[in-house]
């Protein structure tokens, strides 16, 4: 047990930790305040090559004082090589390590997650454009990587002005008072559809570069098992939604990039906001350290893929409560819905809910096919093939098949449904009558969201391909839906997949 002059010792040591730390936030913020005053002032970059390579080793010096990490893993030469070179394809004569609030030149556009106002809620603003990097209230992007290397490789101008002309949706949606609730929707921006237009404004004034993160157009899909489904007579063309014999189908589609509300996601999760910055920061190698220090950002575009809707029939109807609505939410799986991958039920059941959603739409109801970019469980095709080769490799047994990918990825899957429902309410869709999924996860998600389901709808067992037995039964007996018989764990083991030497290759 401590006594109590060891613990008034402890105390006395703490607040001496803290008040060093306090001084040494306060240090970094009046020297990044320093260095960007020193940027406003200084010339412009010179064109000669000796005045580059003396600018170059003051952006070495200016990086490695404000901070001792830099130091520690930039070897000067390297870094004044790159430095030169980063001026050299236009950025500003020294790195911005990070941000602070309230440093000067930092006065990022107001903004109210979950305000039910356009004008209220502000605009997402990630750029880092000249005119912009100040006024940011986000940071990130989908694409943010392959951004980096067009403006490294400089085909890309930093302050490239986008032309919108004629881009707006090509169907209405909303809003809806979902857009205007904080919890309901936090990992896309419902006004993102809209944001060149509502904030025209800020844009012409003000100089800020603000983009849209969803985009809405119409098309023509053809699939040659609808064109199969027309010629068995499943699918009757109309003319309309299922427009001829080929099974040409008309479809409004929405491309959704997430956008992160942090606080929002935090509680999805059940985590604290910090730990989830902190994570992101780590696991990004320290890519966004305004995860860290700008606590007043409060979104964040993640670099990963967003999501697609395929709506059949009139989009009005997806909200409307009197009709009928039928929806799959689909998780990317390459091999299968592209080229065709016998190895699970991913393409059938793709196709499938594509044409019960075409059916619910001639009925009258609205149909919606809701494709998320998530490979392989969200861990990627890399694991999911050392998945495959240990399953050929060994018994390929659906007792195991589980099993296989957690030995590998240390877990089951990271597709995190928590964030999925978002869309659906995005959408304004408030029941569903027939949902398209035996996903016991998809289910509880949307269904914890306040949003009911009426009838789930198994894969038919005609459209299950043989190889793929081994993951339907394994996911029935971990409790995905089926109206049929759930397979006890001796039963799973006998149920095998091919093996490798069974066909040509
Ligand atoms: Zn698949």
């Known amino acids: 047990m401590a006594n109590s002059g060891s613990v008034a010792d402890m105390a006395a040591v703490l607040q001496a930790l803290k008040s060093i730390q306090e001084s040494q936030i306060q240090l970094q913020e009046g020297f990044v305040s320093l260095s960007q005053r020193m940027d406003q002032v200084a010339p412009p970059v010179s064109s000669t090559d000796d005045d580059m390579a003396e600018k170059g080793s003051q952006v070495t010096k200016t990086a490695v004082a404000s901070t001792a990490t830099v130091e520690s893993t930039t070897t000067p030469t390297a870094s004044t090589e790159t430095a030169i070179q980063a001026q050299k394809s236009g950025f500003?004569?020294?790195?911005?390590?990070?941000?602070?609030?309230?440093q000067i030149g930092i006065v990022p556009l107001p903004f109210k997650w979950g305000a039910p106002e356009p004008a209220e809620r502000g605009p997402v603003v990630v750029s880092r454009s000249s005119s912009t990097i100040g006024r940011r209230n986000a940071h990130g992007g989908s694409y943010s990587i392959y951004f980096a290397l067009a403006?490294?490789?400089?085909?890309?101008?930093?302050?490239?002005?986008?032309?919108?002309?004629?881009?707006?949706?090509a169907a209405n949606i909303g809003p809806?008072?979902?857009?205007?609730?904080?919890?309901?929707i936090v990992a896309m921006d419902p006004w993102g559809h809209l944001a060149p237009w509502l904030f025209a404004d800020t844009i012409k004034n003000e100089n800020v570069d603000i983009r849209?993160?969803?985009?809405?157009?119409?098309?023509?899909?053809?699939?040659?098992?609808?064109?199969?489904?027309?010629?068995?007579?499943?699918l009757v063309p109309d003319g309309k939604i299922c427009l001829n014999s080929a099974g040409e189908l008309a479809v409004t589609k929405f491309a959704v990039?997430?956008?992160?509300?942090?606080?929002?996601?935090?509680?999805?999760f059940g985590i604290d906001e910090g730990v989830l910055r902190r994570s992101l920061f780590e696991h990004t190698g320290g890519s966004y350290p305004e995860l860290i220090t700008r606590g007043d950002i409060k979104v964040f575009l993640p670099p990963i893929g967003g999501l697609t809707v395929y709506c059949f029939?009139?989009?009005?109807?997806?909200?409307?409560?009197?009709?009928?609505?039928?929806?799959?939410i689909h998780d990317e799986c390459n091999g299968s819905d592209v080229f065709g991958s016998d190895i699970c039920t991913c393409r059938p059941y793709l196709i499938y809910g594509i044409e019960e959603a075409v059916k619910e739409a001639q009925n009258g109801g609205s149909g919606v096919v809701i494709y998320f970019r998530k490979e392989g469980r969200a861990l990627g095709e890399?694991?999911?093939?050392?998945?495959?080769?240990?399953?050929?490799?060994?018994?390929?047994?659906?007792?195991?098949?589980?099993?296989r990918t957690e030995n590998i990825a240390g877990v089951k899957d990271m597709r995190f449904q928590a964030l999925m429902p978002d869309i659906l309410h995005w959408l304004g869709i408030k029941k569903i009558d027939r949902m398209l999924s035996m996903s016991n996860m998809k289910h509880d998600a949307i269904v914890g969201q306040g949003i009911p389901i009426h009838e789930r709808v198994e894969l038919p067992e005609e459209w299950i391909p043989q190889d793929s037995r081994v993951e339907i039964d394994a996911k029935i007996t971990a409790g995905y839906f089926t109206t049929g018989h759930r397979m006890t764990e001796d039963e799973l083991k006998a149920v095998k997949g091919r093996m490798w030497e069974d066909i040509d290759h």
């Open 313 to 328: 029939g009139d989009p009005a109807k997806m909200s409307d409560e009197k009709v009928r609505l039928a929806l799959r």
């Open 92 to 102: 500003t004569s020294r790195i911005i390590l990070t941000t602070y609030p309230k």
């Open 382 to 403: 890399v694991t999911k093939y050392l998945v495959y080769n240990a399953r050929k490799r060994g018994e390929d047994r659906a007792s195991d098949y589980f099993k």
């Open 257 to 268: 990039e997430p956008v992160w509300y942090l606080p929002g996601v935090a509680e999805r």
């Open 176 to 184: 809806f008072p979902q857009w205007g609730d904080p919890k309901k």
């Open 212 to 234: 849209p993160t969803i985009a809405i157009t119409k098309a023509h899909m053809k699939l040659p098992e609808l064109e199969e489904s027309v010629r068995a007579g499943r």
């Open 151 to 169: 403006l490294a490789s400089k085909q890309l101008d930093i302050n490239h002005k986008p032309d919108f002309t004629n881009t707006e949706p």
